[in-house]
């Protein structure tokens, strides 16, 4: 469908394109939930896309094949903070090299401005490595994952002394739906999922450079309450191949002073009861999972939280899913523990980050 | 000094915040006006140490004296460290009779039978309380000044708080603690926390309570609840009530700021629509762990204000009630009570 693209920086973009979409609003009285999404002043996307009511239960990759160990390294055992990113604009990932340069000079530049010159002062020095994480995309319409890392030399230490990583981050699209890969055109490249770990201050600059370099837009990924869910449901189902040790959750109500809860469940205990509420399903259809399973293996948690201690669960927030292969928190952190499922675990974040893309 | 003491010392300097430091050292009284004067105390902990050590030297103050600095930190500011209470049972005749000087002769002379390597400082906190350090040595090795076990008794009470003591040496010390107050025998009472006095108040009753009663409170600031116009006059009653039980199950005003909760269940999983799960014989096992500033406020806000029903659940009101926070629950035993 062809609707005249706004500049993407501008989000949410409710106020412009419900003008737009009044004058032809006949035309599109066909697409119903167009319609209703423009009314209520949100923004249609581009795809028609929902929240998944099924999914297909993660299975455990080695992947030390297709990825070289030092990247995995890097990207396992550590907690990212996630933002979903726009399509970028003009974004080629022959020209790494020099936009690493020009990420250096940028950061360079921003930490001086404001400071006096010292005379004879030493000042850290960053150093920007922009390379391609080979090995991770799935499907042939994904970009290759980009990884950034910043290291620097602090002030006082010798010129031999290896430089220490201070910020590190990667761009990702991880089994990125098809139809709107092809809707793009042709100049943007999409890596909606953008992961960084490290000074806040450089995360801020290098988004900063980013969004003024390829006309693309942050936000803040937040892990909504019912993909936790679904984290806590699909890393259960996981048991039956890796140990996943303790399915722990934790959850805040709202009293005063408020009241956290850490509910630990012990690993095949939660598989148990997992497979409770498992629909029979055929032997090739047994991958499937729906929502309606995650549902009842969360009340069956909670109301055997209640029977104990008289204490509705649903009327606080779930904050946090953690289990030996990771922990993802509310606020957009997540650590992957295990390289097994990082290739699975990437996709339903890559998702999630299509699902907040405004446009 | 040696250098245990001068370690001690350093790592006590560490230990107290700075703006606390020099109220310590005066009422340590070991160091004269004149010394305290020349103490510098804006500058960096590492040099006020060095001066401390100095000045030490000088007054040729040994472990012990240091090992008193620290006691005297302690007992002014007991919500640092991790302390566990334990329960003592079988009163004989004349427990209840048992004094301090009693107590101190009593306690040393057992503590002699029992361990030879062991130095024990007893005194007597303002509050009735009676605090004893003790510094326990290996075999015939010396004395290790730097973990010492911190014991907290109120007299004529059953309770003994401990912090500080290694798996090695709790049998000796409970022994000890049985005999000198006169009493059998000596239990874990399964209450632990880092805020001595929230325990303590805990254990020893004192707050406020809420007596049950037949009539609703007659003075009306007591049921406040959240004022919303639309919804006080149908929900008046039931706030009231609510506001009434969680009261009787913790108490008024302010309460002790226990922080945490920690309940292993091992009961079985009964939920009449699923029937494969009820239908299994091994117990559901899971941990809860409640933790919050002040868990029985909010416990308390979350019976009146309906996120947990009322009558509060048995295994909550026993933290107040039985003055415990490690439960482990199984089918057997009648609810909270193992």
Not at chain 1, 311 to 322: H, K, M, P, T, Y
Not at chain 2, 43 to 58: D, I, V
Not at chain 2, 79 to 99: I, R, T, Y
Request: glycine share 4%; proline share 5%; net charge positive.
């Amino acid at each position: 469908m062809e609707k005249s693209r706004t500049s993407v920086t501008s989000t949410p973009i409710s106020s412009v394109s419900t003008r737009r979409i009044r004058r032809r609003s006949f035309r599109q009285s066909t697409r119903s939930h167009f319609g209703v999404a423009s009314r209520l002043g949100l923004t249609p996307g581009q795809t028609t896309h929902r929240f998944n009511t099924s999914r297909k239960a993660p299975k455990p990759q080695n992947i030390t094949e297709k990825v070289s160990p030092e990247h995995l390294a890097l990207l396992v055992k550590t907690e990212w903070h996630l933002c979903y990113v726009t399509p970028l604009y003009r974004f080629r990932h022959t020209q790494l090299k020099s936009y690493a340069r020009q990420l250096s000079a940028f950061i360079a530049a921003e930490k001086q401005q404001g400071l006096g010159v010292e005379v004879g002062g030493l000042q850290d020095t960053f150093k920007v490595s922009m390379s391609v994480l080979q090995g991770l995309a799935e499907t042939n319409d994904d970009p290759e994952t980009v990884l950034i890392q910043v290291q620097s030399r602090p002030a006082f230490a010798r010129q031999d002394e290896p430089l220490k990583t201070v910020w590190s981050g990667w761009l990702s699209c991880i089994n990125g739906n098809p139809e709107y890969l092809h809707s793009l055109p042709k100049d943007f490249t999409c890596l909606p999922l953008f992961g960084s770990r490290g000074l806040e201050g450089l995360s801020s600059l290098v988004k900063s450079w980013l969004r003024s370099t390829f006309d693309c837009f942050f936000g803040p990924l937040d892990i909504n309450q019912t993909t936790l869910r679904w984290l806590a449901a699909l890393w259960t189902n996981c048991h039956m191949e890796s140990n996943i040790q303790h399915l722990k959750m934790q959850w805040t109500l709202p009293a005063a002073p408020p009241l956290h809860v850490a509910y630990t469940v012990n690993s095949s205990d939660a598989l148990a009861l997992w497979r409770s509420v498992r629909k029979s399903r055929a032997a090739d259809q047994e991958a499937c999972i729906e929502i309606e399973e995650v549902t009842s293996f969360m009340e069956g948690l909670t109301s055997h939280f209640y029977r104990h201690f008289g204490v509705d669960l649903s009327a606080g927030d779930l904050n946090q899913v953690s289990t030996a292969l990771g922990s993802a928190k509310v606020k957009g952190r997540m650590k992957i523990s295990s390289s097994r499922y990082l290739i699975s675990t990437l996709s339903l974040l890559t998702e999630c980050a299509f699902l907040k893309i405004p446009i | 000094m040696d250098d245990p003491a001068k370690f001690l010392l350093r790592r006590l300097v560490r230990r107290i915040p700075a703006q606390m430091l020099k109220a310590t050292l005066e009422k340590w009284g070991r160091l004269n006006a004149e010394q305290r004067e020349s103490l510098n105390f804006s500058q960096s902990k590492w040099a006020l140490t060095q001066e401390l050590e100095a000045l030490c030297e000088e007054s040729r103050l040994t472990v012990k004296h240091i090992a008193e600095l620290e006691m005297i930190y302690i007992t002014e500011n007991p919500n640092q460290m991790m302390w566990h209470a334990f329960q003592l049972l079988d009163p004989e005749d004349g427990a209840l009779a048992v004094e301090l000087m009693q107590f101190k002769e009593l306690f040393k002379c057992h503590l002699r039978e029992l361990v030879r390597n062991v130095s024990v400082k007893i005194k007597k906190h303002t509050d009735e309380a009676v605090w004893i350090r003790m510094s326990w040595g290996e075999g015939f090795s010396r004395l290790s000044h730097l973990n010492a076990t911190y014991v907290v008794h109120y007299l004529q009470t059953p309770y003994v708080f401990v912090s500080g003591l290694s798996p090695k040496n709790k049998p000796l010390l409970l022994q000890v603690l049985t005999l000198s107050t006169k009493h059998e025998r000596i239990k874990d009472a399964n209450l632990s926390g880092r805020k001595l006095t929230a325990i303590r108040d805990l254990l020893l009753r004192q707050y406020e309570h809420v007596f049950p009663t037949k009539y609703p409170s007659p003075l009306t600031e007591r049921n406040q609840s959240v004022s919303n116009l639309h919804t006080e006059k149908e929900q008046a009653e039931a706030s009231a009530k609510r506001h009434q039980m969680a009261g009787q199950a913790f108490g008024n005003g302010v309460l002790p700021a226990l922080q945490s909760a920690v309940y292993k269940l091992e009961t079985k999983f009964k939920d009449p629509t699923n029937q494969t799960m009820t239908e299994q014989d091994e117990p559901f096992r899971c941990v809860v762990k409640f933790s919050s500033t002040n868990l029985l406020e909010s416990l308390r806000h979350c019976a009146s204000s309906g996120i947990a029903s009322t009558p509060v659940a048995p295994l909550l009101s026993s933290i107040p009630l039985k003055g415990r926070n490690y439960f482990v629950i199984t089918d057997k035993s009648p609810s909270a009570n193992s």
